[in-house]
């Protein structure tokens, strides 16, 4: 076994210069591990499509699908509790991590049960059932302790170490994928070893974290401490983006619900950029929150001003250039019916990029219950949302609420959050400006040259110059830089090479 060197308190430095180095280092760090990851994962996925063929490839979608909710029901919000709980003066580590790990596996016996129940009675087709319980019970065992391992490594800003843990275990499972295709293995073998797949980055995330710290055997009365309103929040955020799918069908019909998604899948990608972000401030918000409100304050509306920033940079192109993006994308047949659609989708890329700041501003003040009660609104609206106007207008009507939800939730969390104010007059109505200036210049390029490649190309450089002009955002462009360089260096060095 590895040695363990126990660790009773994380220092967090409250220079906003160093919190602002860290926080460009470690978004730096998933950036580019997460694109890398996803660019290969997707090219795996379409050759197992193709090996498949689509029958079968519905199962193993349905099973991924399962095992996506599986991970949450093994978590139900402890990550942001326990970072909540470790970014505090004098937090036991050890015994934060022991309680952790032993709700989590709690989760995963109830979660097992649940799963196993589901896959028995709901399926009966004995494959369908075979396939749902090698690919998502492997999975819940090794998502316990892969949790635990990105979960400590959020609460102490290492994202690095989250970076390799997220990268081992897609590309173990991405790797054994394409494996199976170039030995041709049969759809039940192929299962079962992507299901084992998982536990590379079960092992790999237990292992980084026992070599740091030795879990303890006392218990940390933290842990429960507004569990539930994060367990709640968690799960309508789940719910938000399945709206769509789980209503459009019935109100516009299985077509008009086929434009909508894959005109949804555009703007989902390109959400993973200020996700990125987000996650990099995270854990300095709730050490803020904990012990300084006027530093939380400052961040959050820096934070808000980055995100809101790199949303529109993506958002404004997507928008103004739909209808090319869906020819380029899936097709010429899809043009009439998904381009105006993406048109709309895009602009909850923007949206969200505000949300998503606005929303960690309350998590990380212990407001969490509040942000629960905005998306629970947003659920209701967008409910409606999606069934009137989707049985109106189809996919263009859905991508309306999907944009109405996003504006529910942008009132929301600034209605219910007490620096409301400030966070308008330091953050956002800086955002809106810029938004004024983006569009404005974006119209203006497409209008002269037009929509393709040209087009798009010179609307994203356009957009890119006038934000790299803003100090602060090239602040973090230059940092995020020099870490790439200095990690290739030391890359480099590490291999002997000169």
Same mark, same amino acid.
């Given at each position: 076994?590895?040695?363990?060197?126990?660790?009773?308190?994380?220092?967090?430095?409250?220079?906003?210069?160093?919190?602002?180095?860290?926080?460009?280092?470690?978004?730096?760090?998933?950036?580019? &591990?997460?694109?890398?990851?996803?660019?290969?994962? !997707?090219?795996?996925?379409?050759?197992?499509?193709?090996?498949?063929?689509?029958? $079968?490839?519905?199962?193993?979608?349905?099973?991924?699908?399962?095992?996506?909710?599986?991970?949450?029901?093994?978590?139900?919000?402890?990550?942001?509790?326990?970072?909540?709980?470790?970014?505090?003066?004098?937090?036991?580590?050890?015994?934060?991590?022991?309680?952790?790990?032993?709700?989590?596996?709690?989760?995963?016996?109830?979660?097992? +049960?649940? %799963?196993?129940?589901?896959?028995?009675?709901?399926?009966?087709?004995?494959?369908?059932?075979?396939?749902?319980? +090698?690919?998502?019970?492997?999975?819940?065992?090794?998502?316990?302790?892969?949790?635990?391992?990105?979960?400590?490594?959020?609460?102490?800003?290492?994202?690095?170490?989250?970076?390799?843990?997220?990268?081992?275990?897609?590309?173990?499972?991405?790797?054994?994928?394409?494996? !199976?295709?170039?030995?041709?293995?049969?759809?039940?073998?192929?299962?079962?070893?992507?299901?084992?797949?998982?536990?590379?980055?079960?092992?790999?995330? #237990?292992?980084?974290?026992?070599?740091?710290?030795?879990?303890?055997?006392?218990?940390?009365?933290?842990?429960?401490?507004?569990?539930?309103?994060?367990?709640?929040?968690?799960?309508?955020?789940?719910?938000?983006?399945?709206?769509?799918?789980?209503?459009?069908?019935?109100?516009?019909?299985?077509?008009?619900?086929? #434009?909508?998604?894959?005109?949804?899948?555009?703007?989902?990608?390109?959400?993973? +950029?200020?996700?990125?972000?987000?996650?990099?401030?995270?854990? $300095?918000?709730?050490?803020?929150?904990? =012990?300084?409100?006027?530093?939380?304050?400052?961040? &959050?509306?820096?934070?808000?001003?980055?995100?809101?920033?790199?949303?529109?940079?993506?958002?404004?192109?997507? =928008?103004?250039?739909?209808?090319?993006?869906?020819?380029?994308?899936?097709?010429?047949?899809?043009?009439?019916?998904?381009?105006?659609?993406?048109?709309?989708?895009?602009?909850?890329?923007?949206?969200?990029?505000?949300?998503?700041?606005?929303?960690? !501003?309350?998590?990380?003040?212990?407001?969490?219950?509040?942000?629960?009660?905005?998306?629970?609104?947003?659920?209701?609206?967008? !409910?409606?949302?999606?069934?009137?106007?989707?049985?109106?207008?189809?996919?263009?009507?859905?991508?309306?609420?999907?944009?109405?939800?996003?504006?529910?939730?942008?009132?929301?969390?600034?209605?219910?959050?007490?620096?409301?104010?400030?966070?308008?007059?330091?953050?956002?109505? &800086?955002?809106?400006?810029?938004?004024?200036?983006?569009?404005?210049?974006?119209?203006?390029?497409?209008?002269?040259?037009? =929509?393709?490649?040209?087009?798009?190309?010179?609307?994203?450089?356009?957009?890119? %110059?006038?934000?790299?002009?803003?100090?602060?955002?090239?602040?973090?462009?230059?940092?995020?830089?020099?870490?790439?360089?200095?990690?290739?260096?030391?890359?480099?060095?590490?291999?002997?090479?000169?």
């Amino acid at each position: 076994m590895f040695p363990a060197r126990p660790v009773v308190a994380i220092r967090l430095d409250s220079e906003p210069l160093s919190a602002g180095t860290r926080i460009a280092k470690n978004a730096t760090y998933l950036l580019v &591990s997460d694109v890398g990851v996803r660019i290969i994962t !997707a090219l795996v996925g379409i050759l197992v499509a193709r090996y498949l063929g689509p029958e $079968q490839y519905g199962v193993l979608s349905l099973a991924l699908a399962l095992l996506g909710i599986a991970a949450y029901l093994t978590d139900l919000g402890l990550t942001p509790v326990m970072i909540r709980e470790g970014t505090k003066p004098g937090a036991s580590i050890p015994e934060l991590l022991s309680g952790t790990l032993r709700l989590r596996l709690l989760f995963a016996v109830a979660t097992t +049960v649940v %799963m196993v129940l589901l896959a028995w009675f709901y399926y009966p087709s004995a494959t369908v059932r075979t396939v749902i319980l +090698v690919v998502v019970l492997p999975g819940i065992w090794a998502g316990v302790f892969r949790g635990i391992g990105t979960g400590y490594f959020q609460m102490t800003q290492e994202m690095q170490y989250v970076a390799l843990i997220n990268a081992v275990a897609a590309l173990a499972g991405a790797g054994m994928f394409l494996l !199976a295709v170039l030995m041709r293995w049969s759809f039940p073998v192929l299962s079962i070893g992507y299901g084992l797949s998982a536990v590379v980055g079960g092992v790999l995330g #237990f292992l980084l974290v026992r070599r740091r710290v030795a879990f303890g055997r006392g218990w940390h009365r933290g842990l429960l401490t507004g569990l539930p309103a994060f367990t709640l929040g968690g799960g309508l955020g789940l719910l938000l983006p399945q709206l769509g799918p789980l209503l459009l069908p019935h109100a516009a019909g299985l077509e008009e619900t086929g #434009f909508f998604t894959a005109a949804y899948r555009i703007p989902a990608v390109l959400l993973a +950029v200020p996700g990125v972000v987000a996650t990099a401030f995270y854990p $300095q918000l709730f050490a803020y929150g904990a =012990s300084d409100r006027q530093g939380h304050r400052a961040l &959050s509306a820096r934070e808000l001003r980055l995100m809101g920033s790199l949303g529109l940079l993506l958002a404004i192109p997507t =928008s103004l250039h739909a209808r090319w993006i869906a020819s380029v994308v899936f097709g010429a047949a899809w043009v009439e019916q998904g381009g105006p659609a993406l048109a709309l989708l895009a602009w909850t890329v923007a949206l969200a990029s505000v949300n998503w700041p606005l929303a960690d !501003a309350l998590t990380t003040q212990g407001l969490q219950v509040r942000r629960a009660e905005v998306q629970a609104v947003a659920v209701v609206v967008g !409910a409606g949302a999606y069934w009137f106007l989707g049985r109106g207008w189809g996919a263009l009507g859905a991508a309306g609420a999907a944009l109405a939800v996003e504006t529910v939730l942008t009132v929301g969390f600034l209605v219910l959050n007490p620096d409301a104010r400030t966070l308008v007059r330091t953050g956002l109505l &800086s955002v809106v400006v810029k938004a004024l200036v983006l569009v404005a210049l974006a119209w203006a390029v497409t209008w002269v040259v037009g =929509s393709g490649w040209l087009g798009f190309g010179l609307t994203v450089t356009a957009g890119g %110059m006038v934000l790299v002009l803003d100090r602060e955002i090239r602040g973090y462009t230059v940092q995020g830089m020099k870490m790439i360089v200095r990690t290739a260096r030391a890359a480099r060095v590490g291999r002997g090479v000169r």
